[in-house]
C-alpha cells in the first residue's frame, strides 16, 4: 500500500512544470528516450529521481522530448507498470550515471522486457549525452 501511494505521488509530481528558469530565453535539459518493444504498451513509465515518471510510449512513439529548467544528476532509474503499480529498480551500464548540464540532451536507448509479476526491465540499456 505504501508502494503504491508513493508511486502515485511521484507520478502526480512528475506532471508539475520545474520551473527552475531564470527567464524565458533559459536553456533547458532535455530528454529523449527510444525504447524499442513499447509501441503497444503504453502503461510504462521510466522514473527519475528528483525528476519524476516520464512515458516511455510518448517519448518512443510521438517523439516527445522532455524538459527540465535545471542540470539533473542521474544515478538510479526505475521501470514503473501503471497497471500493476509496479515499480522495478533498472540496471545501469556507466554510461547512464551522469550529470547532464543545461543545453544538454541525455537520450536513453534500450528494448522494454517485461517480465514475471508485472516486472519490467530496459534491456541493452544505453545512455548518451550530447
Known amino acids: 500500500m505504501k508502494k503504491n501511494i508513493l508511486l502515485l505521488l511521484?507520478?502526480?509530481?512528475?506532471?508539475?512544470?520545474?520551473?527552475?528558469?531564470?527567464n524565458a530565453n533559459s536553456q533547458?535539459?532535455?530528454?529523449?528516450?527510444?525504447i524499442r518493444g513499447i509501441?503497444?504498451?503504453?502503461?510504462?513509465?521510466?522514473?527519475?529521481?528528483?525528476i519524476g515518471c516520464l512515458s516511455m510510449h510518448a517519448a518512443t512513439v510521438k517523439d516527445k522530448i522532455y524538459t527540465i529548467h535545471r542540470p539533473i544528476e542521474v544515478r538510479n532509474m526505475f521501470v514503473t507498470n501503471l497497471n500493476s503499480m509496479r515499480?522495478?529498480?533498472q540496471k545501469m551500464p556507466d554510461?547512464?550515471?551522469?550529470?547532464v548540464n543545461t543545453?544538454?540532451?541525455f537520450t536513453i536507448t534500450g528494448t522494454l522486457i517485461?517480465?514475471?509479476?508485472?516486472?519490467?526491465?530496459?534491456?541493452q540499456l544505453q545512455c548518451s549525452v550530447s
Open 10 to 22: 511521484i507520478i502526480c509530481l512528475s506532471i508539475l512544470p520545474c520551473v527552475y528558469a531564470d
Open 114 to 123: 517485461p517480465g514475471e509479476h508485472d516486472q519490467a526491465h530496459i534491456n
Open 103 to 105: 543545453g544538454q540532451t
Open 28 to 34: 533547458v535539459t532535455q530528454i529523449k528516450m527510444n
Open 87 to 89: 515499480l522495478t529498480r
Open 39 to 50: 509501441e503497444q504498451q503504453k502503461h510504462y513509465f521510466l522514473c527519475l529521481p528528483s
Open 95 to 99: 554510461s547512464c550515471k551522469v550529470t
